[in-house]
């Protein structure tokens, strides 16, 4: 699992590699032959061990599961070699360093230029630039790095220097690492922190050279480059010397490294089907970059690539050395964020202090753009009093103020505020509107000019002057941040007299967008001819379109609200407003009766269940954004399934806000999945509107702590309908078994507590008996990969020893001994339920199975009883 932290080692070496094993076998993938090795010359495997870890069937990280299996049946010894084997391969560290290389001279002077230049670019964020200075140094707060979920060995999350570390490679022929993340979750910011410390020499000094690259700025290159060309015009020029160092560069690819920002923002869409191997061949700039991310051009050099998730398709997923994932700040990042941006403590703890009374708001503070308005904004949160923020329409419309007033002689805005900037709001709308259209983000004088954008316009800090490595352009500008372009545009769509009437059902329907000629429909019609012949030039435009147009889409709910139709008044006719609203309730509401109908018919005796389509959670955000009831109930009263799945859908606390705001208007109860998200403590907090609807919670992988359970519970024990949870794989200790024992004396209808691989030992399984003892109801206790012990399972047999609901019982992998396998035959014995009892990879020995084996003697209701993998091997069914 990710994000968990790792165990200290302890014990024999056979057990260590039980208690370590997921670090263990992360440790071991790309090193499986050197163990091997070891092994057979201390004499412990066979080479028909060997071939057997080696099938090539299994990937990496199955075939070191499969080694460490072979090794415990091998015994003591043979898991003490291994664990050797890992020390002296971790003493003798990394080997990006172990050739000695001697660079040409002009190359120290070359490299200096650069990392000046990319220091220069780094040190300041551009959402400071405009009315605030601060350094990237005095803000940057670490953001929620993972390793994507195919790696789940590796543990604990990752810092910088890890995205071009080794851990979580899954394909080591590949050179490109992804970090993908939502818009405003910091990508940008961590590669400006990466340029920066590297730099500074900071960090990431196995790299003699770094060239970052922002595919919105090499959207506007149109000429064809060679490799060389791209780096020395598009980076840093050599003022001598340039084929020297370029060939050093060829030659010495493992000490370059070049990083791509906004891989979703390149017009086209990635592609390796136009081959090109020579650096110095010129090609279209795309041409050149995808043939970087596969290597067929620059094998060797280290590329970091980011984008945003949906924007990354299956065939650049094959070229992937690996993939992290950044999800934006933890609580704690929040809070540190918070501090840093308020240099005044007591503002600070305000501003904390008001975030914790708005759950909703401390949810969209997980993302770092709203962390940064919120903080900016601080004087109009502290304001406004009850009527604070709930929707990420709230918080754009803040900002927007905010600057408004910042720009304003008077020292508060009255009520006209937005009608006094109206034509402010037309022009940039018009540009941001445009620009979503067509892909483009970074506009000229031209641009501006067509858009009627002045230079009050420009003054009001919501462009900022687009930064250049060349320097070769003239004047261009850029939002400060794509999600307020998206915000303007939706403005423009609420606002213009000039949109025609089937601008909102598009939008609504980004994909049909897509696949529609752009040239003909409803945004088109509004484009500047310049913008047109770019589209013709350009062809079809990337899948960012369909995210950006999602992201406006969601403002134009929350701005078409009728909670903010009042700031409407004077700037537009209300009957215009109340048509655009009515239009936007159908499509959310067709939207919705879509993806109702693509519900399988269950098949006999099975529940109904749907699993959630692209495109589902974003709507119910935006029926979130619009705040009426009436919308939600009604999108609620067609769907009816007993089992709702969200796995994998990048669910956060955000999602969750909104999630519980439509699904607690479901009539019947359903089962919700929510598995392998990033739900968190603040997250299960925003579920608890919808808990009294769901009868299965399941959480599994969500980083939710004993804080989250705590919650959780003491509203699930007031819910009738809820009876089922499962909590494998968080960061759950024996404080909250506490909570889970209360839950099992006050609910007597309770049937499932699934909490396996956390981190409860003997005493929170002793809680947890405490709660066993008062249940009569409870079928089904997960606990496998913990740590109970003899104590823990002595705990729980004295607790279930005459159990007359519990079926089935799981202990694998809890360090459990024979003592504790006695204590376990005595429900075997005595309990008239049980069926199943999992015992596999504990460490009992004959004297344990010889009880169970005893006990099975007097039962007729267990099925079976698994015990493989411990200390000595058996199996009994
Ligand atoms: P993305 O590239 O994912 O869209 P950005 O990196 O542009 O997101 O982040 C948007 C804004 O959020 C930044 O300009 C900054 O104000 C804030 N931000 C993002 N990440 C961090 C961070 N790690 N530390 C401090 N502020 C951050």
Redesign the pocket.
């Known amino acids: 699992m990710i994000g968990r932290k790792k165990k200290k080692y302890q014990g024999t070496s056979t057990q260590i590699l039980l208690t370590q094993r997921p670090s263990l076998v992360s440790q071991l993938q790309g090193c499986i032959d050197g163990a091997l090795k070891a092994l057979v010359i201390s004499g412990h495997f066979s080479s028909a061990d060997c071939d057997d870890v080696r099938l090539p069937i299994h990937t990496p990280s199955q075939q070191a599961r499969r080694f460490l299996d072979h090794v415990r049946s091998k015994g003591e010894l043979a898991a003490k070699v291994v664990l050797q084997f890992i020390q002296q391969k971790q003493e003798s560290g990394s080997q990006l360093n172990e050739d000695t290389v001697t660079p040409p001279k002009e190359l120290f002077k070359y490299q200096k230029k650069l990392s000046s230049s990319v220091s220069a670019q780094s040190c300041f964020?551009?959402?400071?630039g405009g009315t605030s200075h601060m350094s990237?140094d005095d803000?940057?707060?670490?953001?929620q790095l993972e390793l994507s979920h195919e790696c789940v060995d590796v543990h604990g999350p990752l810092g910088v220097e890890d995205i071009v570390g080794t851990a979580g490679t899954m394909n080591k022929e590949a050179d490109t690492v992804l970090v993908s993340?939502?818009?405003?979750?910091?990508?940008?910011?961590?590669?400006?922190?990466l340029h920066l410390l590297w730099a500074r020499g900071a960090a990431l000094q196995d790299f003699l050279l770094i060239f970052p690259f922002s595919c919105r700025r090499l959207n506007s290159e149109h000429r064809e480059l060679s490799v060389q060309e791209l780096l020395f015009q598009h980076c840093c020029w050599p003022d001598r010397e340039q084929e020297e160092i370029f060939q050093f560069i060829l030659d010495h690819p493992h000490l370059i490294l070049f990083t791509f920002?906004?891989l979703d923002e390149l017009k086209q869409s990635f592609s390796d089907e136009h081959r090109l191997c020579c650096p110095t061949q010129r090609a279209p700039v795309h041409i050149l970059l995808f043939n970087l991310i596969q290597g067929s051009l620059m094998k060797g050099v280290r590329k970091v690539v980011?984008s945003?998730p949906e924007a990354v398709g299956p065939v650049l997923k094959k070229h992937l050395r690996k993939e992290a994932f950044?999800k934006?700040?933890s609580p704690s990042?929040i809070d540190y964020?918070v501090r840093?941006h308020h240099r005044d403590p007591t503002v600070a703890a305000k501003v904390l202090e008001s975030l914790q009374t708005n759950t909703a708001l401390l949810g969209l503070c997980h993302?770092?753009?709203?962390?940064?308005i919120v903080s900016q904004c601080y004087k109009e949160l502290l304001g406004c009093g009850e009527g604070s923020p709930q929707t990420i329409t709230d918080v754009y419309l803040m900002i927007l103020q905010h600057f408004f007033q910042h720009q304003s002689s008077q020292s508060t805005l009255g009520i006209g505020w937005l009608q006094e900037n109206l034509e402010t709001v037309l022009h940039l709308g018009q540009l941001a509107f445009e620009g979503i259209a067509t892909s483009c983000y970074i506009f000229t004088d031209r641009d501006l000019e067509t858009c009627g954008v002045t230079e009050k316009d420009i003054c009001m800090g919501f462009l900022i002057q687009s930064k250049d490595m060349s320097s070769t352009h003239s004047q261009r500008y850029e939002f400060?941040?794509?999600?307020l372009q998206c915000f303007f545009s939706g403005l423009y769509i609420v606002l213009s007299n000039d949109t025609d009437r089937s601008t909102i059902p598009k939008l609504f329907e980004p994909k049909g967008m897509r696949e529609a000629d752009l040239r003909s429909t409803c945004f088109s019609a509004c484009l500047p001819s310049t913008y047109q012949q770019e589209q013709v030039l350009e062809g079809e435009s990337t899948a960012v379109e369909t995210l950006n147009l999602q992201i406006t889409a969601t403002f134009v709910s929350g701005l078409l609200s009728q909670r903010h139709q009042s700031l409407w008044i004077h700037c537009c006719p209300s009957a215009v407003i109340e048509k655009r609203a009515k239009q936007v309730v159908r499509c959310l509401s067709k939207g919705m009766q879509k993806h109702f109908k693509s519900i399988p018919q269950p098949v006999e005796g099975e529940k109904k269940s749907m699993h959630a389509m692209p495109g589902f959670v974003w709507l119910i955000k935006c029926i979130y954004e619009m705040q009426e009831s009436r919308i939600a109930k009604d999108a609620m009263s067609k769907l009816e399934v007993d089992h709702l799945k969200l796995t994998y859908c990048k669910i956060g606390p955000v999602e969750c806000t909104a999630l519980a705001y439509v699904l607690q208007h479901l009539k019947n109860p359903v089962g919700l999945q929510l598995d392998n998200n990033s739900v968190g403590d603040v997250g299960v907090e925003q579920l608890l509107p919808c808990m009294h609807i769901c009868n299965s919670l399941y959480l599994r992988n969500n980083n939710i702590t004993d804080e989250g359970i705590r919650k959780l519970i003491a509203k699930g024990v007031q819910c009738d309908n809820f009876q089922k949870i499962a909590l494998f794989n968080n960061q759950l200790t024996d404080a909250c078994t506490q909570h889970f024992s209360h839950l099992l004396k006050t609910k007597q209808d309770f049937l499932s507590i699934r909490l396996g691989n956390n981190n409860i030992t003997a005493e929170g399984a002793k809680q947890l008996a405490e709660g066993l003892k008062f249940n009569h109801s409870l079928q089904f206790l997960g606990l496998w990969g913990n740590e109970i012990g003899d104590a823990g399972a002595e705990a729980l047999a004295s607790a279930l020893e005459s159990s007359k609901s519990l079926v089935w019982l799981s202990l694998v992998g809890n360090g459990v001994g024979s003592a504790g396998a006695c204590a376990l035959a005595n429900i075997i014995k005595n309990s008239t339920s049980l069926e199943e009892l999992w015992l596999t990879e504990n460490c009992i020995t004959r004297t344990g199975v010889e009880c169970l084996i005893q006990a099975l003697k007097h039962n007729t209701h267990v099925k079976s009883i698994w015990y493989v993998m411990n200390t000595e091997t058996y199996t009994h069914k």
């Open positions: 964020l551009s959402t400071y990237l803000i940057y707060t670490e953001g993340g939502d818009a405003g979750s910091g990508k940008s910011t961590l590669l400006q922190r920002d906004g980011t945003r950044l934006g700040f990042g964020f840093k993302s770092p753009v709203l962390c940064w400060l941040h794509v999600t």
